[in-house]
């Protein structure tokens, strides 16, 4: 806007640039003239010096047939009449009055036809100039700009991501819902077959049931003592924060150092429970909270997906019906429908599959194409936030696609979505946040360390 500081700041060093640039002209031009001038010079002293030698041969001659000769007296000096300057230099103020100087800018740009509404540098400097530019910066900060292969691969990557979403991942179990049939993921179906979860849990891992007793296992409302509202054995390990494998190294960890258990019951309130079990230490808690946790993940229920037990706190109203009356439940009935039909740490491991393709496609093409053209390693560290935005972008599509795919292809089941790659867009989105802030913190530095340099230059 008129009157804005960087507004005319912008328009005295677009004028300035404007000013270098025929200066720069005008000194080619000289030069080319001087260079013409000094040829002509040199051809007509080559050819005074043989008309010299001519006339002294001459001059001999006549001497030797005793013809006087008269030596040459000096010549009349040259008088050249004035005439208008050859060289248009263009004016460079160097008063200090910034005001005329900013006028004297915006007349000059105007006579020139420069649009002082949009960016007037690139409208003055040579293309060359801003290419190099361009180079210089990219050299020294990092090419993060995009090309068509980039865009390409990042919408391949989250369209491929989705398309296994649907076809591979789906939902945990077959199950009817709201009336309809649909089909269950086959490698979950693989992952929770009863018979091989069987066989893996009485060969590996059920001895640490005996070792690792805890006292937040109460299987039923009435084991805590009718604080718990809403227990059963199908859902007590939802229940509680313990067996959450996120939450668990936390809650659980503090619940076996007091002898509590901590639960949240069907109202979604947190609510700690007082047990007869001995408090621990530290090193003895994780050991047996990681033993516990590895005795129940191969069972019929098996083990919530981490943090999926924090979505029943509160009684925060959530975008699904689960009845045929199409009333909208809160979050908490919907986490305890969803593990009730499948929804464990076993299908986290199948969901798993979306954001693994999303991450290996983009950093697969971003190594080779690193490679391919002789990228090092200190010029991908500097690049590195053009990975992390690409990172994002591809889990953005993702994350989309497993909601649509929830609402358009499996009828708004919340079994459908895909909760790894939902959880996959936090540190996607830190990661592309701290490279954003990191890459803005260099380059400011960068640019105050060469307006140091210019200030002392104007000292």
């Not at 540098?121 to 990092?142: D, K």
């Not at 296994?164 to 939902?171: A, E």
């Not at 049931?209 to 227990?231: F, I, N, R």
Request: charged share 20%; glycine share 8%; hydrophobic share 45%.
């Amino acid at each position: 806007m008129p009157g804005d500081p960087l507004t005319t700041a912008a328009t005295v060093v677009a004028y300035q640039a404007v000013t270098l640039t025929e200066l720069h002209g005008l000194l080619d031009q000289v030069e080319f003239d001087l260079e013409d001038v000094l040829a002509r010079e040199r051809h007509v002293s080559y050819c005074l010096d043989s008309v010299e030698s001519e006339f002294d041969t001459v001059r001999a001659q006549l001497r030797a047939l005793g013809i006087t000769v008269p030596t040459p007296g000096p010549a009349a000096p040259a008088v050249f009449a004035p005439s208008s300057p050859r060289y248009a230099v263009p004016v460079v103020p160097v008063e200090g009055d910034f005001d005329r100087l900013v006028r004297l800018a915006e007349a000059r740009l105007d006579l020139l036809g420069i649009d002082l509404t949009r960016d007037p540098l690139p409208q003055v400097v040579p293309h060359g100039q801003i290419a190099n530019s361009l180079r210089l910066y990219a050299a020294e900060h990092g090419d993060v700009s995009w090309d068509e292969t980039d865009w390409t691969v990042v919408l391949l990557a989250g369209t491929i991501a989705t398309l296994l979403d649907i076809v591979l991942v789906r939902i945990p179990q077959d199950a009817t819902f709201l009336g309809k049939k649909y089909t269950g993921s086959p490698l979950t179906k693989w992952l929770q077959d009863g018979d091989r979860a069987k066989k893996i849990h009485g060969h590996y891992l059920k001895r640490f049931e005996k070792l690792a007793k805890v006292p937040y296992d109460a299987p039923t409302t009435a084991s805590t003592g009718g604080l718990v509202a809403g227990m059963r054995p199908a859902t007590h390990r939802l229940q509680s924060l313990g067996h959450d494998p996120g939450v668990g190294f936390l809650a659980g960890i503090a619940d076996l150092m007091r002898g509590t258990g901590t639960y949240i019951d069907k109202a979604g309130q947190l609510i700690q429970v007082q047990t007869g079990a001995d408090p621990v230490g530290l090193i003895t808690a994780l050991i047996t909270q990681v033993r516990h946790l590895l005795s129940d993940v191969y069972t019929p229920a098996g083990l919530q997906p981490p943090f999926f037990s924090l979505l029943q706190l509160g009684q925060i109203n959530s975008p699904f019906a689960l009845g045929p009356s199409g009333v909208k439940v809160p979050w908490t009935d919907v986490a305890r429908h969803m593990y009730t039909n499948g929804y464990d740490l076993r299908h986290f491991f199948t969901m798993g599959i979306t954001p693994g393709v999303v991450s290996a496609t983009i950093r697969g093409y971003w190594l080779l194409k690193s490679y391919a053209t002789g990228g090092t390693a200190e010029q991908r560290k500097l690049e590195h936030a053009k990975l992390t935005s690409m990172l994002l972008l591809g889990h953005a599509i993702a994350t989309s696609g497993t909601l649509l795919k929830t609402g358009l292809v499996f009828g708004l089941n919340p079994a459908a979505l895909n909760y790894n790659q939902i959880l996959a867009m936090a540190p996607a989105t830190i990661a592309w946040f701290k490279e954003a802030v990191a890459r803005d913190h260099r380059i400011n530095a960068a640019l105050a360390r060469e307006w140091e340099v210019l200030g002392q230059g104007l000292r």
